[in-house]
């Protein structure tokens, strides 16, 4: 039990489909973060909330659309994707400081969607 | 921009030997560096982080890391690694004030035979 659960563990969909993937932490933390992680490849960061507000879009397409609707609960909206975006999308939190600080929390990640695009 | 780079994407030992995993990272500033570890089927977990004082960092399952300011480097380290230790490693690193914006390596798998 990470704290950080994501749904769905697996999703195969067609470039057309319409799909969300879901992400819920129980840590009380303030910041979330959607990371993609494809095979010998560095995690990508793809978006950064902060107190439920966008603070960074990592020149992601915008067939990936975050919602994030409160501090606990994100998003991944998935529209007409490609199959190179075929990948684990990893979800995170973390807790920030408030005030400018050294101290930035850790990541704290959940188990993945594995997405498979036909 | 920030980068890492992890030199081995794979290694292979045995029980009982001892692990280095090595990384560089790029920026010019102050960092703050992590490394997690992703056991097999599992999610990611921090195995240990540095913030600033004792750069030699001690983390959880008898691993330790040390940062080398003048090598831009945060090499992983286990003197006797165990079956059990088979996962991916992945340094991370990420700026002061950055609000949690982390670079990550591409990962080394680790492979402990018995």
């Known amino acids: 039990e990470t704290g950080v659960t994501q749904t769905p563990r697996h999703l195969v969909m067609g470039m057309t489909n319409k799909k969300s993937l879901k992400c819920e932490q129980h840590?009380?933390?303030?910041?979330m973060y959607w990371y993609k992680q494809s095979a010998k490849k560095p995690l990508e960061l793809m978006f950064v909330y902060n107190f439920k507000e966008q603070t960074e879009n990592n020149s992601v397409p915008s067939r990936f659309s975050p919602e994030c609707p409160n501090s606990s609960h994100l998003f991944l909206h998935l529209h007409t994707l490609q199959p190179e975006d075929s990948a684990l999308y990893l979800c995170a939190s973390s807790q920030e400081a408030q005030t400018s600080g050294r101290d930035t929390g850790e990541l704290f990640f959940g188990e993945g969607s594995r997405l498979t695009v036909l | 921009a920030q980068s890492v780079s992890q030199h081995n994407h794979h290694v292979i030992l045995s029980e009982a030997a001892s692990l280095e995993l090595g990384c560089n990272y790029s920026?010019?500033?102050?960092?703050?560096l992590f490394w997690y570890v992703q056991y097999p089927g599992q999610h990611l977990q921090l195995l240990l982080k540095y913030f600033s004082g004792d750069p030699l960092v001690k983390g959880i399952k008898g691993f330790e890391a040390e940062f080398i300011k003048s090598k831009f480097s945060f090499n992983l380290r286990k003197p006797s690694v165990q079956w059990s230790d088979t996962a991916e490693y992945f340094c991370?690193?990420?700026?002061?004030?950055?609000?949690?914006?982390?670079?990550f390596g591409a990962g080394t798998q680790v492979v402990v035979t018995p």
């Open positions: 920026y010019g500033g102050t960092v703050n």
């Open positions: 840590l009380g933390h303030n910041a």
């Open positions: 991370a690193v990420n700026a002061p004030y950055s609000w949690g914006k982390f670079q």
